[in-house]
């Protein structure tokens, strides 16, 4: 489990004795696919810590249209915000495969923080840091045209496999369009220019890179 805990970017620069105090505060639990374990606007007092899975991040309006903020895997973490103030959640969180969490409560938290100096002052360098990567991509979505955006989603997401870069995760073009703020009709037709040009080829419902992807269309 230390192995874990090590690969969460909450808890970077922690030793093995730091990280077994967190170890100690923290209970495992288990959601089967499709659990909604962060509804957004609620009261929160835990943080999970997603040891084995994926989930989904994302905000809905008045409509119930969906955005994607982000998909997660194994070291990453949700509900942070909910250790340091009262406030509603700010996002849902579901399960998109079985997944294992260390929750962590607010109030043991706390105690942990109290108790080991040193590790709250690593914790906070570390919340600074993830607070300076979201206001990137929120400049990101703002800033930059949907083209762009698809581009560097599948840029951050593709991974080398046999001498290929391929996005592994299964992205419909729906998924896509949540995941970068757009319609699917412009993905869709995103998708067909890219495929067209030789760029890309989907296999499985997964995304083969074939050349670098041009800087603009």
């Known amino acids: 489990m230390i192995s874990t805990l090590k690969q969460i970017p909450l808890f970077h620069g922690l030793s093995d004795d730091e990280l077994s105090h967190v170890e100690a505060s923290a209970a ?11 509804t957004e606007g ?3 007092s835990s943080m999970f810590l997603l040891m084995q899975g994926r989930v989904k991040v994302y905000v809905s ?12 895997g ?7 915000l909910a250790l340091l103030d009262d406030e509603p959640r700010t996002a849902s969180v579901e399960t998109e495969e079985q997944s294992t969490f260390l929750v962590i409560q607010k109030e043991d938290f706390l105690t942990l923080m109290r108790n080991h100096p040193q590790i709250q002052f690593k914790v ?5 840091r993830r607070t300076r990567q979201l206001t990137e991509a929120v400049k990101n979505l703002a800033l930059r045209d949907v083209y762009t ?3 560097i989603l599948f840029e951050d997401l593709a991974v080398e496999r046999e001498g290929q870069y391929m996005v592994e995760e299964p ?47």
């Open 61 to 72: 309006d008045s409509n119930g249209k969906e955005y994607v903020l982000a998909v997660l």
């Open 28 to 38: 495992a639990r288990t959601f089967a696919k499709g659990a909604i374990i962060i």
């Open 74 to 80: 194994p070291g990453e973490y949700v509900g942070e």
């Open 42 to 44: 609620e009261a929160g």
């Open 149 to 151: 955006r698809v581009r």
């Open 124 to 128: 906070l360098v570390n919340l600074v």
């Open 171 to 217: 992205m419909t073009q729906q998924a896509i369009a949540d995941r970068v703020g757009s319609s699917r009709e412009m993905v869709a037709r995103i998708m067909k220019e890219l495929v067209f040009g030789g760029y890309v080829r989907v296999e499985n419902r997964r995304l083969i890179i074939l050349q670098k992807l041009p800087e603009a269309f």
